[in-house]
């Protein structure tokens, strides 16, 4: 299947500080990505739909001004979490859509980032 | 809300099949059940989909019935390794490119 690589895998930040989270396919173009949360004990949740050259579709509740996410070439898109405070502490996950034609596709997973706020 | 419901635990013994049930009773024609899989502190992992027909791959069959209504996943010969949160999730038509991740089945293979 398809490789998808998230940088960094741990990260720990001030309270206050941004963090910016890398997302790239390795051996195929995405043009469009996915970000996803994940709290302890919890299911993933999309947080926002990101597409190649143009902005990010944002899920309901979710604040855009807080949660950039920039998806500047066919395999990186990064999100940045902005004046981080330990309520962002979770599990962010990204995914990277292959299309297989006809009304479906495949989205492959990144390994996922660990952010905690201080 | 996800769209689909599957028990929240399962057991299984090593080498044997362990068959993952999901109903889905409100899928629409046009949309496909998929299956994946969470280890813990991992990404989610994709494991198999389908339309209508029975499928099968390396990994997993996946037995679809023919209302539609309802599958099963099925690991051939469970290991260790294949224990997980195993997610089963509508997608297309409609809702083509998002996936909506429900509670899943947590899958203990045991020795």
């Known amino acids: 299947g398809a490789v998808v690589s998230q940088h960094p895998s741990r990260v720990i930040c001030k309270s206050g500080t941004s963090v910016k989270i890398e997302c790239r396919s390795l051996?195929?173009?995405?043009?469009?990505m996915f970000w996803y949360r994940q709290f302890p004990k919890q299911s993933l949740m999309l947080m926002a739909t990101?597409?190649?050259?143009?902005?990010?579709?944002?899920e309901q509740g979710v604040e855009k001004d807080k949660f950039l996410i920039n998806h500047a070439s066919l395999t990186l898109s990064t999100l940045t979490v902005t004046s981080a405070h330990p309520e962002d502490s979770s599990f962010y996950i990204c995914?990277?859509?292959?299309?297989?034609?006809?009304?479906?596709?495949?989205?492959?997973f990144g390994p996922g980032t660990r952010l905690t706020v201080l | 809300d996800a769209k689909t419901t599957q028990p929240p635990s399962m057991d299984c013994a090593e080498g044997r099949a362990a068959n993952l049930p999901c109903n889905h009773s409100t899928i629409s024609g046009n949309e496909y059940v998929y299956w994946y899989r969470q280890i813990h502190s991992q990404g989610p992992q994709y494991i198999i989909h389908?339309?209508?027909n029975n499928e099968t791959n390396e990994m997993a069959s996946l037995i679809i019935t023919e209302d539609r209504k309802s599958s099963t996943l099925i690991l051939p010969h469970a290991t260790l390794r294949d224990t997980a949160v195993y997610y089963c999730i509508l997608t297309g038509g409609t809702s083509y490119g998002k996936l909506t991740f429900g509670q899943g089945t947590i899958l203990t293979v045991h020795p």
């Open positions: 051996d195929f173009q995405a043009t469009t």
């Open positions: 995914s990277a859509r292959v299309p297989l034609g006809g009304s479906t596709d495949t989205q492959y």
């Open positions: 990101s597409n190649e050259g143009s902005k990010a579709t944002y």
């Open positions: 389908g339309l209508k």
